[in-house]
C-alpha cells in the first residue's frame, strides 16, 4: 500500500493518538510536545478541556478503528468527522502544495483533530476500512495501520507477534506434556 507522505504522516498521528495513555495527563502532553511541529500555535500548553477534548478524539478514533462493517465505519466516521469539523485549504508553508485541514489560527485541539480525521478519512475511504486493526495479542491493544499487500497484519509490532508465536508454542508443548 502506497499513500503519500503527508497522509501517512497524518494517518500516524491519529495512530499514535490512539494509543497514548489519555488517562495520563503527561502523556498527553509528552504526545503534543512530540508532535510540536503540526501545531501553528506556538503555545502547547492544555487545558483541563483539552486534555479532555484529546481524550474524546483518541476515543473515537479507536472506534472507527474497531469498526466491524462498512456501515459502522462510516457512522463511526462521520462522527469523527463532525466533531472536528476540518476545513480544508491549499498551503504550500514548506515548498511543497499539499492541505491542510484548519486555520492557522484555530485552537491546538481543532488543529489536531481536523488532521488526524481526516488522514484517518483519507485512508479508510482510499484502501478500506481494514488497513486500520487493532493489535490481535492478548495483552495489547494497541492500534496500527495494515501496509501489507493483502490485509493480513493482525499485530502492531513484530514484538506483539513473537510474542504470541512463543506463547501458542508453549501452551502446544505443555499440552503434549
Known amino acids: 500500500m502506497e499513500y503519500d507522505t503527508y ?3 497524518a494517518l500516524q498521528l491519529a495512530v499514535d493518538l490512539a494509543n497514548v ?3 495520563s495527563r503527561a502523556d498527553v502532553e509528552e504526545y503534543i ?4 511541529e503540526w501545531f501553528t500555535c506556538r503555545d502547547l500548553r492544555l487545558s483541563d478541556a483539552d486534555a479532555a477534548d484529546i481524550a474524546e478524539l483518541a476515543k473515537n478514533i479507536r472506534g472507527v478503528v474497531a469498526s466491524r462493517s462498512d456501515d459502522e465505519v ?5 462522527q469523527l468527522l463532525e466533531c472536528c469539523s476540518p476545513v480544508p485549504r491549499a498551503t504550500n508553508h514548506d515548498g ?4 491542510h485541514y484548519s486555520a492557522d489560527t484555530a485552537p491546538i485541539v481543532d488543529q489536531l483533530g481536523a488532521t488526524v480525521a481526516m488522514g484517518v478519512a483519507h485512508v479508510i475511504c482510499r484502501y478500506g476500512r481494514e488497513r486500520l486493526g487493532i ?4 495483552d495489547c491493544a494497541d492500534v496500527f495501520v495494515d501496509t501489507s499487500r493483502n490485509k493480513s497484519r493482525r499485530y502492531c509490532s513484530e514484538t506483539c507477534a ?10 502446544r508443548q505443555k ?3
Open 162 to 171: 513473537s510474542r504470541t508465536t512463543v506463547s501458542a508454542y508453549r501452551a
Open 74 to 78: 462510516v457512522t463511526k466516521l462521520n
Open 135 to 138: 493489535c490481535a495479542a492478548d
Open 33 to 36: 510536545r512530540a508532535n510540536a
Open 175 to 177: 499440552a503434549q506434556a
Open 96 to 99: 511543497a502544495l499539499h492541505l
Open 7 to 9: 497522509s501517512a504522516e
Open 21 to 23: 495513555d489519555v488517562e
